[in-house]
């Protein structure tokens, strides 16, 4: 696996062009202050009627109509969420896109399922930070960075690869490393990786756990002490050392607990399962589900939202975090008024 720093790139590639970051949410604040401070010449495409203009304005940023921003842009980074992309860029960017133009993305899902066909004389190529904005924005300022993964869909003008670097540097990514990709790759991996592991996958076991201990009698309260509140413990022992350190740190009671049982509850039959689920993915079906889902208005996204919602963990949930002064405060990942 390839990885590229700060000294392999060549920002006179993108000093010299004009950068249009459509959208101004986690990735669009993160990459579009970012890039202005490291000099480059950027500009933020947004709809007339949106709440983030004031936001963007008051970074100082230049603020434009979307269709105007990548008119003016050599380089079109496309930040809106995935699901809306396919329709901004038909309705604002593509006419844009005439040859020798660069249209760029954070996540392969509208090239790779084919939502998005720019024409062959436009280099599409991928940036994408392995974090959320903020993370990108904060490590950027205090002088590091974010590692990002580099990917080349089409490369007519044969440079795609040297703009994408040097727009992963000019974000704080050539600090921390880039690693080159496919469009293929990062897109199956990461909806594989929210689906069974990450997101689906935890919040399923976590509940079946809760239910399984509710069920059998058990207080909730104890039940999501058990089996969601401290996941993250464990989950700061995992990120920082690796399963190693996970259970260096946990008692040996636990440890053998770990070592015999974890594999009875996710077992064969479960990754068969989880390979039914990168065929989907493989296959498109899951893609293209997702964006009929849209175009209905979300009608089963929602209610499957809202049942969650109403589950008795969010409930006994909401209830123990009333004893947990620190979560409250400015330290919250996400303060739904702001992000
Ligand atoms: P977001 O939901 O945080 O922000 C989207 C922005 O697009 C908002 O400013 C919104 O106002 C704007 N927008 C929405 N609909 C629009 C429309 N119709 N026309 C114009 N603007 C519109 O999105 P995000 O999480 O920053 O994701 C952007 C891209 O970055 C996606 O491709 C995503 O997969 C990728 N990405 C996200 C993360 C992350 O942590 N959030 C990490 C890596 C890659
Ligand atoms: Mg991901």
Redesign the pocket.
């Known amino acids: 696996m390839k990885v590229y720093y700060d000294r392999d790139a060549n920002m006179g590639a993108l000093s010299e062009r004009r950068v249009a970051v ?9 990459q579009a202050n970012n890039l202005k401070d490291s000099g480059i010449d950027v500009v933020v ?3 007339g009627d ?3 203009r004031a936001k963007a304005e008051l970074a100082g940023l230049r603020v434009l109509p ?1 269709a105007q921003a990548a008119a003016e842009a050599d380089l079109v980074m ?5 699901e ?2 396919p ?2 860029y038909a309705r ?1 960017v593509a006419e844009s896109m005439t040859p020798g133009k660069y249209l760029s ?3 392969g ?2 090239i790779h399922y084919d939502f998005i066909r720019p024409p062959e004389d436009v280099s599409v190529l991928m940036v ?6 903020h993370l ?1 924005r904060s490590e950027y300022a205090r002088g590091a960075g974010v590692p990002c993964l580099l990917a080349v869909h089409q490369d007519p003008a044969g440079d795609a690869r040297e703009l994408g670097l040097a727009y992963a540097a000019a974000i704080g990514g050539g600090r921390a490393g880039v690693i080159e990709t496919t469009f293929r790759e990062e897109t199956e991996t ?1 909806l594989f990786g929210e689906q069974a592991v990450l997101c689906g996958g935890l919040t399923a076991l976590i509940k079946a756990g809760f239910e399984t201990l509710t069920e059998a009698g058990y207080a909730p309260e104890m039940a999501y002490f058990e089996c969601l509140h401290e996941m993250k413990l464990i989950v700061d022992l995992l990120y920082e050392g690796g399963i190693s350190e996970m259970r260096y740190s946990i008692s040996n009671t636990a440890q053998y607990g770990d070592m015999t049982r974890g594999p009875v509850v996710v077992n064969e039959e479960t990754k068969r399962r989880m390979r039914a689920l990168l065929a989907e993915i493989q296959s498109g079906a899951f893609a293209r589900e997702w964006m009929r889902e849209n175009r209905a208005g979300k009608p089963r996204f929602r209610d499957l939202e809202r049942q969650s919602e109403d589950h008795p963990i969010e409930q006994v949930g909401r209830n123990l975090r009333e004893m947990m002064p620190w979560l409250g405060g400015g330290g919250r990942l996400v303060d739904r008024a702001k ?1």
């Open positions: 459509v959208g101004y949410g986690s990735q669009g604040f993160a495409g947004l709809r949106s709440p983030s979307v496309m930040l809106v969420p995935d809306h992309a329709d901004v604002h993305f954070s996540h899902f509208s994408a930070p392995k974090g959320p904005g990108v990461d992000n």
